[in-house]
């Protein structure tokens, strides 16, 4: 049989001009040919703006220039999300990138902050972040080789314009060489013998075959779902919300070098700062807001003046059972939803994309790479799902039926083990491949108030000086770090600004 050359993309927005760019930029000159299909009639979601800082890595394998990809996407910067009134009202805390402070006798710092609190210390886990720190005080700097400190780098991602970013990986993957095709797919032809899609049919009559299909059409999942009936896991008696609002206001004065998510009534909100506006948006349960209600309120609290209405999106947490069947495989929004509450969206596309091509087929579809491949984007939901269970049901509010709500919702099992072994030992246990680590797992149960019973045993083996000394010694690099950073915005001025858009007031 001969080699599977032929791919084809249905659908465009982030999900298909990632897995385009991807796709050219690693099999160019193998004789692949790479075709995208999209309909400006049906549009795009495009609300997903922040993101962690795998991103980072995605675009440096792509050979994108940092400065050119902040400029032509109106980007910031950001160092982690800060989480207003997740635990109770009036208390906010940071979930950084990176660690806090630095491993001693072989464990995670974090033990002997816990020590140092237990003992009636006053520090503040927060002095240990270097990102936390320049977050608060609105500072930002790249990691820099030459400097001469123990901490750990700074960690960042980006807050981008998602159609801005659409549009500059569609100029690359054009450039080399992948075909795009403007028109709406109408049907779908399935090969008689084996149940495999053989082509697609445009509106206008066109046909499109090939040898693999990538899904990127969206909710409906156009070939994964409607097509192939992969099925789909409801998630949402844990994640309960199943509504969004999205609107774009001008951009504030000062841009902050993270996301803000400020939990609401029924829900939450985001405010992701950009170059050139502000995103913002309200995730929440329809069962305890109504539409028009959540929509006065999420417009009541913009920073500026809105720039749009408001855009309804309606969704139902989840993973498709399959997202790699028979000779497709789903990307993004076709592939399930986890609401962007840690910024997982954007990744989730690139992780996939990564491991479909670690296994790319060669000359057949092999059922048992499709088997792993499917438990191993099983096992990458299941723990982000688990992350974003611990902020709902993790709290302390009771003033809204929706929190009382959040506050029964039971623990998938997975999630209830990681939390009783913390609450226990305060140890978290991670194994490698897992997205969030040690420092992500205990930044949020810390701020959510998850208070472990005791700490690791080798934290107490400094002497109680020589813990002082140590603590002091790292709290104080942290703030000489940050105190050598400029703004945000004056790193931005003087690096990467980038021009105002045509037509757009900045």
Request: hydrophobic share 40%; glycine share 8%; net charge neutral.
């Amino acid at each position: 049989m001969a080699n599977l050359k032929r791919i084809l993309i249905v659908g465009g927005g982030t999900a298909g001009w990632m897995a385009a760019a991807a796709f050219s930029k690693w099999v160019t000159g193998g004789g692949y040919s790479i075709e995208l299909i999209e309909s400006d009639e049906i549009g795009t979601v495009g609300v997903g703006e922040a993101t962690i800082p795998h991103i980072v890595d995605f675009n440096r394998s792509l050979g994108i220039d940092e400065v050119d990809f902040i400029r032509a996407t109106q980007a910031t910067f950001k160092l982690g999300i800060e989480f207003e009134e997740w635990r109770r009202l009036g208390h906010t805390y940071m979930h950084p990138f990176g660690q806090h402070g630095i491993p001693m006798q072989g464990i995670h710092f974090y033990h002997f902050w816990l020590r140092h609190r237990a003992q009636g210390g006053s520090l503040g886990y927060d002095l240990f972040s270097s990102n936390t720190t320049a977050a608060r005080a609105g500072r930002f700097s790249p990691p820099n080789a030459a400097e001469q400190t123990p901490l750990p780098p700074l960690m960042y991602a980006y807050h981008f314009d998602a159609g801005l970013y659409a549009a500059f990986l569609r100029r690359m993957a054009e450039a080399n060489g992948v075909k795009r095709h403007e028109g709406k797919v109408v049907h779908v032809e399935l090969r008689a013998e084996d149940g495999f899609i053989q082509s697609v049919k445009l509106a206008d009559g066109r046909v499109f075959e090939a040898d693999l299909f990538i899904d990127c059409s969206g909710f409906r999942g156009l070939l994964i779902e409607q097509t192939l009936h992969a099925g789909y896991e409801d998630w949402s008696h844990w994640l309960p919300c199943d509504r969004a609002l999205a609107v774009p206001c001008d951009r504030v004065a000062a841009t902050t070098p993270y996301t803000r998510s400020s939990a609401r009534e029924a829900g939450w909100q985001w405010r992701i700062p950009l170059q050139h506006r502000t995103g913002n948006g309200y995730v929440y349960c329809s069962q305890f807001l109504g539409d028009d209600e959540a929509s006065s309120l999420l417009l009541g609290r913009l920073d500026g003046t809105p720039r749009a209405t408001p855009k309804p999106l309606r969704f139902v947490t989840g993973r498709r059972k399959e997202v790699w069947k028979k000779n497709c495989v789903a990307l993004g929004l076709a592939s399930g939803f986890l609401e962007p509450l840690e910024s997982t969206s954007i990744h989730l596309i690139q992780a996939v994309v990564a491991r479909l091509l670690f296994v790319f087929p060669g000359s057949r579809f092999d059922q048992t790479t499709i088997d792993k491949f499917n438990m191993q984007s099983r096992i990458e939901l299941e723990e982000i799902r688990d992350f974003l269970v611990l902020h709902y049901k993790a709290t302390e509010r009771t003033d809204t039926p929706f929190w009382r709500h959040c506050q029964a919702i039971p623990l998938p099992d997975s999630l209830k083990s990681r939390w009783d072994i913390f609450r226990e030992t305060g140890n978290i246990v991670t194994v490698p491949g897992e997205l969030f680590r040690d420092a992500s797992w205990f930044a949020v149960m810390n701020g959510q108030g998850v208070t472990p019973e005791t700490y690791h045993p080798f934290a107490d083996i400094p002497s109680d000086a020589e813990l002082a000394s140590r603590l002091a010694l790292i709290s104080g690099d942290v703030r000489r770090r940050v105190d050598s950073f400029l703004t945000h915005d004056d790193f931005i001025r003087k690096h990467c600004a980038a021009p105002p858009l045509p037509g757009k007031p900045m």
